[in-house]
């Protein structure tokens, strides 16, 4: 696979954010269950020491975690992190394929609870798992 490759199923992603801008290209992929995060690793997104920043990581661990509980509500509700741990098991260089797979554990009326493994061309390198705060969604406030 090249630098250039993406794997078939992922799409550039529709939710993007100030904070991930600088990161992109970044794709996903739906699945029924979750969203899958996915992007190809280059300088941007390493360390001064050339390896994949935990920062990365961390950021894109709780945006899959988040819009895959999001997604398993039907999109009725919006989510705030309350609380995450991650554990960082390896690292990963440029060139190689970055994804980040959720498994929504539990949605309910005020938390969900998520866990996702990240890899790197199919190998581990980080796990985390979180807790979201459910919040209704405002309605749009008529003129």
Known sequence: ???????????????????????????????????ILGLRLATPHTNARGFVHGGLIAA???????HSCGHKMHGAHSLVTVGMSIDFISSAQIGQWFTVETDVVKTGSTLCFAQCFVKAD??????????????????????
Not at 1 to 29: H, K, N, V
Not at 122 to 141: H, L, Q
């Open 1 to 35: 696979m090249t630098a250039t490759d993406i794997p078939p199923g992922f799409e550039r992603q529709s939710r993007r954010s100030p904070l991930t801008d600088p990161w992109e290209p970044i794709y996903s992929r739906l699945t029924p269950d979750a969203l």
């Open 60 to 66: 894109l661990a709780d945006k899959a975690m988040g």
């Open 122 to 143: 199919g190998v581990v390198i980080a796990r985390a798992n979180a807790t979201f705060r459910v919040v209704p969604k405002k309605k749009d406030a008529k003129p």
